[in-house]
């Protein structure tokens, strides 16, 4: 079974900075089968990104994923107030990495 | 548009059992999976499970295999997740999501509460 490590656990900035968001897969996966969702308190989560690096339908530009083997990056450029919140990886529609959340 | 909309809060006795229900529209039902994800207090996101609802074929997490049943009824366009022998740590919000093809999940239901309390 894939553990998906992400980190760090807790990103704390300021509107308008950069978030560079990591997950680590215990071993060598698909980058075709990564994908990124936003959670905020309160509301369903929200796909960000799949295939590892295709923006969902609706999500702005400032947001990208990248990465390979093992290790997969989720930037989110020009921070803004709505981004606050906890963001997972998930492999293959299966297993979620223990989130990150981004405050301010 | 698609939308997934799931039952109401549930309140349940320690060893009973609770259904959350997920009625799906503007896409066809049968061409797409669910995926069961819960979020206890204070934790992240647990894969539960997932149906593929055209032909029925199931994957349970091994932590809730012999607890769980997930269905999908095609005539209603309503999946459901079956929980029994309900335990405190059961307590979360349990979310439906529609799985794109086995990858990813692209739209989810509002949540659903369950607490499991004497």
């Known amino acids: 079974e894939i553990v998906l490590t992400q980190s760090p656990g807790t990103l704390s900035l300021s509107p308008g900075e950069r978030a560079t968001l990591s997950c680590r897969a215990s071993?060598?996966?698909?980058?075709?089968?990564v994908a990124w969702y936003q959670h905020t308190p309160g509301r369903a989560p929200r796909l960000l990104i799949y295939?590892?690096?295709r923006r969902a339908t609706g999500i702005p530009d400032r947001f990208s994923g990248s990465g390979s083997g093992t290790d997969f990056t989720l930037t989110i450029t020009r921070l803004e107030s709505e981004d606050f919140a906890v963001y997972y990886c998930?492999?293959?529609?299966?297993?979620f990495g223990g989130g990150t959340k981004v405050e301010i | 548009q698609v939308q997934l909309v799931q039952s109401g809060a549930e309140v349940k006795m320690p060893g009973a059992s609770v259904r959350v229900s997920c009625e799906a529209s503007?896409?066809?039902?049968?061409?797409?999976?669910f995926t069961w994800v819960r979020q206890a207090p204070g934790q992240g996101l647990e894969w539960m499970g997932w149906?593929?609802?055209?032909?029925?074929?199931?994957n349970y997490a091994r932590k809730l295999q012999g607890r769980v049943t997930m269905t999908a009824d095609t005539s209603t366009n309503t999946a459901y997740m079956d929980l029994r022998s309900l335990r405190n740590d059961d307590t979360a919000v349990y979310y439906c999501?529609?799985?794109?093809?086995?990858?990813?999940?692209?739209?989810w239901g509002q949540g659903t509460l369950v607490t499991v309390s004497s």
């Open positions: 999501a529609r799985d794109s093809g086995g990858s990813y999940l692209d739209h």
């Open positions: 503007g896409y066809r039902f049968r061409s797409y999976g």
């Open positions: 149906i593929n609802v055209y032909n029925g074929d199931t």
């Open positions: 071993q060598s996966v698909t980058s075709n089968n």
């Open positions: 295939g590892g690096s």
């Open positions: 998930q492999h293959l529609g299966l297993t």
